[in-house]
C-alpha cells in the first residue's frame, strides 16, 4: 500500500466532480490485497465525509465577502435574491427536506454528491448540524451503492475478458 495513492483516494474524495463516485472505483482498481482495499476505502469515505465541514465555512466565507461594501450592488443584488428565493421554497418543504437531503446526496448522479448538497442545504437556510447529518448519512448510502456497483461492475469485466 503506497501512501501515494492513498493521498490519491483521499483527493478525489474530496474533488467536486468525484467524490466516492471516483475515489471507490479508484480503489477497488488500484489496490489487490484486501487490506489495502480496506483502508483505501476507509480513506475515500472519511474524505467524503468530511466534505460539509469545509463546505460551510467556505459558504460563510462568500456571503462574508459578497455582503461586503466592496461587492458591485448588482452581485449583490443577485446573491441575495437566489437566498431568498431559496429561503421562501424551503419553508413548503421543511417536514421532509433531512431525509430528502440524504437521499439527494445517496444517489450516486452527478451533481448529487455531498459538495452540491451543502450548496443546497446552505441556500434553503437548513439547520446546520441536522444538514450535515442528512449529507454524511447520504454519503455512506452512496458509498454502499457505489461500491456495490463498481465491484460487481470489475467482476464481470474480468471474468469476460480475463477468462
Known sequence: MRPEY?????????SPISE??????????????GYSRVVGLVVSIIGNLIIPLIAYPLLDLLNYII??????????????????????????????????????????????????GTLV??????EREKSIMAIEAGVLIASIIVLVAAYTGIELLMRLFLA
Open 67 to 116: 455582503q461586503s461594501r466592496h461587492t458591485p450592488r448588482v452581485v449583490k443584488h443577485f446573491y441575495n435574491w437566489i437566498i431568498s428565493l431559496g429561503r421562501r421554497k424551503s419553508l413548503s418543504l421543511r417536514r421532509g427536506s433531512y431525509i430528502a437531503l440524504a437521499l439527494f446526496v445517496g444517489v450516486p448522479l452527478p451533481m448529487t454528491g455531498a459538495w452540491t
Open 121 to 126: 442545504a446552505y441556500i434553503l437556510g437548513l
Open 6 to 14: 492513498l493521498a490519491i483516494c483521499f483527493i478525489l474524495s474530496i
Open 20 to 33: 466516492v463516485r471516483g475515489a471507490i472505483p479508484y480503489v477497488l482498481l488500484t489496490f489487490s490485497d
